[in-house]
């Protein structure tokens, strides 16, 4: 999970002036300020270049760190790589069950600096093992699965997929920064939650388009134990869009559990797939009636 959903169902809305609005003041002033320039805000250390550059380096570092643990765990066994992808799945999960378990006890515990110490405690951990999980794929062997010419033809589709899944998500109105990295999981007053859009058709868009990227690392390798790895990837996104969706719950009460029954987690439901993929490949926009 790249980015994963992270509180993702919110954006600004319209009062009947047709001005936009966030909650309560700081929300409109936090309103003007969107993606780094937000991030900024909040974590006083990417306001230098230098400490930018060295936590960028440090979740490199983590990252090639992990990659290091496949490539040496991957060769002990034709099916290690399940087992080591299941043991930093499981590490991914435990870290999404703290960071949205966390979120409120670190708003209430250090207030405005509560993000600032939010990110360096889990946000970074939580993307940097479950990208690790996403790229896992691409170091995996095995005997071919498909033709080259079609492996190549489907497996670079599944990952253009994931940029038209971010593109249709950006549209909605979800902040990749805002959204995406847990500052509306902290400060949720900030934004108000959307089911519009690609939003009506699935609840975790960013987690299926992150999906579509590892099948389509996985493809591209052409084998089925590199395919059955990026299966696995499900295991933490789903575990985080179950513990974010309890917390929208909190929140919004009986308006998120309709939407719960109304609008599948991560894949459409069948009858929807054509109107869905209509949907992805078209410049138009559904809203919920």
């Known amino acids: 999970m ?8 919110t954006k600004k809305g319209t009062n009947h002036t047709g001005k936009s609005h966030t909650l309560g003041e700081e929300g409109d002033k936090m309103a003007q300020k969107r993606g780094f320039d937000l991030l900024k805000e909040k974590v006083p250390e990417f306001r230098n270049p230098l400490k930018t550059a060295g936590i960028a380096a ?20 034709w099916y290690a790589a399940l087992i080591s992808q299941f043991i930093v799945a499981l590490v991914c999960s435990v870290f999404s069950r703290f960071y949205v378990k966390n979120a409120e006890k670190y708003r209430k515990k250090y207030g405005n600096r509560a993000y600032r110490n939010f990110f360096f405690h889990f946000v970074i951990l939580l993307l940097v093992t479950g990208n690790a999980c996403i790229f896992h794929p691409l170091l995996v062997k095995g005997p071919p699965l498909l033709p ?22 950006h549209r909605s109105g979800f902040d990749e920064i805002g959204h ?12 108000q939650r959307v089911s519009s859009d690609i939003y009506s058709y699935i609840r975790h868009p960013m987690f299926a388009g992150d999906l579509c990227l590892a099948l389509g690392f996985a493809v591209l390798r052409n084998n089925l134990l590199a395919v ?31 939407y719960i029954r109304e609008t599948p987690a991560i894949f459409p439901r ?20």
């Open 2 to 9: 790249k980015k994963a959903e992270r509180n993702g169902h």
């Open 58 to 77: 440090a979740g490199v570092l983590i990252f090639l760190g992990i990659m290091v643990f496949f490539q040496w765990f991957d060769g002990l066994k």
């Open 148 to 169: 080259v010419y079609l492996a190549l033809v489907l497996g670079t589709f599944l990952v253009l997929m994931r940029f038209l899944f971010e593109w249709h998500i």
């Open 180 to 191: 995406g990295l847990g500052i509306f999981m902290v400060f949720p007053e900030e934004a």
């Open 228 to 258: 059955l790895t990026a299966l696995v990837c499900l295991i933490p996104f789903l575990i985080e869009a179950r513990l974010e969706d309890r917390e929208l719950v909190k929140r919004f009460r009986e308006e998120h559990r309709r």
């Open 270 to 289: 069948l009858r929807d797939t054509g109107k869905f993929f209509r949907f992805l490949f078209s410049k138009g926009t559904k809203k919920n009636e």
